[in-house]
């Protein structure tokens, strides 16, 4: 999303915008400077320092082992009024999103559809999510939109669904190939950023989603096959908020990062899911860095130019898309396999138990690395609000407003990034050991399990802060 | 004062300010051979509120575009275009040649103070 859509990807699909090429451009950039070298040392020194203070703390004074407890600091319900009318404005917004996308201005930035879709939303939600609280189970546009249905056909039917037997075996694995699909979308695909792609992407996850639903049943599909509602579920355990559903919608307070903690192992295919998620946020970063340019110039090496060669660039960027992760999987597998030799427990149960302390590094990085982008580009929603079809309307008077790209600074954004770094780091950490004091009983052993997690941990967040540090380019064979 | 006032508004008086003449800008001979910038210059670094002119050159009739700061200037062979602007805003920003194709020319660093 952030990197410029390509020449080639200009050439087949911007034809119709050509006076917007510029623009089209700037949705994808980032003008974020890279990390300066006292700041990369300072966060480095403090990862490395942290970690071993972590780990003296842990010898010393945990003498048992921490159960899981209810981390609750306060409970209460939300207002129906407040989630049906939410509800009624998610489905709307997706309506308004789609018409434009449609129907709307073709130019990336004369169109609300983009920036909502890609800044507002993928970027600015998922803030939210991993930060205050999980919404999207409330205000699920697809979920909101099926129940309605639901409800208006109550008269003739019971519901909409057959409520088949959703294959046990089948995990959330739906969800893992839909989140590769949506990163490729993301970061691969030519014509990301054309309104009307992004309105036809949004129309066949539609019919998708609600295929799934009629098919298994709304909640089993949620829970498994509406791939935003897994990955938002993932970085809502680290915010403060807990949204559960009873009948009612509830909401509890808690430390961040207690949703992280946990006793009972993910299923595989979550695992997998989760390795997923922070392999392709790491894959986001270092696909704009010298080091991958100099990879795709090596590549491309007697092959001419991307713009001559358009394909060999998406197959060697979606080579990448698929790499980063499993490689990251194999050594978190390793990691593992190394933890089950010294306990009595299995590859299956520890992986699943695990994934989740890696959790927090990822956010930390995912915002060092987007907020910048969420702050100067988000402002575009500002104009688009006016007009959200391009026609020249001024609904709010705000049409005019031009973006300011010194809201932040960059200096402010290195101190963001270092005290998200090494905080996130240390809550790692900090997971890792509680859920190692939980599974392991002895302390001495749960101390022991994590020498090998520590280190993945640590070689996981010099990797964010090395990207951070590295001045963004954008590959060129020329 | 007056280049003060009108280097505030940049983007809208970017003409009016490379026409005065600021005394202390910090000046860029930039010189465009076979789509590449001579000398091999991938990087200019500035410091924040600095007043910055780039003077452009070229071999061929070149459209160039400044991102972030949004300024355009299109070069033909034997003159020099100026992209002029006081660097009010950090970041990286990449000069980029369109008009066919999208290649970065150039980064514009703009450092905090």
Not at chain 1, 361 to 366: D, F, L, M, N, V
Not at chain 1, 461 to 473: D, E, K
Request: aromatic share 12%; with cysteine.
């Amino acid at each position: 999303m952030k990197r410029a859509a390509t020449p080639f990807a200009a050439a087949l699909i911007a034809l119709p915008a050509l006076g917007d090429d510029a623009l089209a451009h700037a949705l994808a950039q980032r003008y974020d400077l890279p990390l300066p070298l006292g700041y990369f040392l300072a966060a480095s020194g403090a990862v490395v320092a942290m970690t071993f203070v972590i780990l003296a703390l842990f010898w010393r004074h945990s003498d048992e082992p921490i159960e899981a407890r209810d981390y609750t600091i306060l409970r209460g319900t939300v207002p129906d009024l407040v989630v049906t009318s939410s509800q009624l404005l998610a489905v709307l917004a997706m309506t308004l999103l789609v018409v434009a996308g449609l129907f709307g201005n073709p130019g990336t930035f004369k169109n609300i559809t983009p920036v909502a879709v890609w800044v507002i939303w993928w970027v600015g939600f998922g803030f939210v999510t991993a930060f205050i609280g999980n919404i999207w189970p409330l205000i699920n546009p697809w979920s909101s939109a099926f129940g309605f249905a639901e409800r208006l056909a109550r008269p003739w039917a019971s519901g909409l669904s057959f409520r088949a037997r959703y294959p046990r075996w089948l995990g959330v694995w739906p969800s893992c190939a839909l989140f590769l699909l949506f990163a490729w979308l993301e970061l691969v695909a030519p014509g990301r950023d054309v309104p009307r792609n992004i309105a036809i992407a949004i129309l066949t996850y539609s019919a998708f989603t609600w295929t799934g639903f009629v098919m298994f049943g709304r909640d089993t599909w949620l829970k498994n096959g509406e791939v935003f509602a897994v990955a938002f579920g993932l970085f809502g355990r680290f915010a403060p908020l807990d949204f559960t559903n009873d009948g009612r919608w509830r909401v509890s307070l808690r430390p961040f990062a207690a949703g992280l903690l946990t006793r009972t192992p993910l299923e595989p295919s979550m695992t997998a899911f989760s390795l997923l998620l922070l392999g392709t946020v790491t894959v986001d970063g270092f696909m704009e860095t010298p080091l991958w340019a100099a990879v795709v110039a090596w590549i491309f090496a007697g092959h001419g130019s991307i713009d001559a060669n358009p394909w060999l660039f998406m197959a060697v960027q979606t080579a990448l898309l698929i790499a980063g992760p499993l490689l990251l999987a194999g050594l978190y597998l390793v990691v593992i396999a190394l933890m089950v030799r010294i306990s009595r427990s299995n590859l299956a149960n520890l992986s699943g138990l695990f994934v989740l302390s890696l959790i927090p590094i990822a956010i930390a990085y995912h915002l060092s690395h987007y907020f910048s982008l969420f702050a100067v580009a988000g402002q575009f929603i500002i104009p688009l609000a006016s007009d959200p079809f391009g026609y020249g309307w001024d609904l709010f008077g705000t049409m005019l407003y031009r973006i300011d790209i010194g809201v932040v600074d960059a200096k402010s954004i290195w101190y963001l990034s270092v005290v998200a770094i090494v905080t996130g780091h240390i809550v790692a950490v900090w997971v890792g050991h509680v859920t190692a004091s939980a599974v392991f009983g002895d302390i001495r052993a749960a101390g022991r399990s994590q020498y090998p997690m520590l280190v993945l941990m640590v070689s996981y967040t010099m990797l964010s802060l090395w990207i951070l540090a590295q001045p963004i380019v954008e590959p060129n064979t020329k | 004062m007056a280049v003060m006032v009108a280097a505030t508004f940049i983007g809208s008086t970017n003409a009016c300010l490379a026409q005065s003449g600021v005394v202390d800008a910090r000046r860029f001979e930039l010189r465009i051979e076979n789509e590449r910038i001579a000398g091999n210059v991938k990087t200019v670094q500035v410091q924040r509120d600095e007043f910055v002119e780039l003077v452009w050159s070229a071999d061929r009739r070149t459209a160039l575009h400044l991102h972030g700061y949004d300024i355009e200037v299109t070069v033909n062979p034997g003159e020099t275009q100026i992209m002029a602007f006081r660097a009010r805003a950090t970041g990286r920003f990449p000069v980029e040649i369109h008009g066919g194709r999208y290649a970065v020319l150039l980064y514009i660093e703009v450092h905090p103070r």
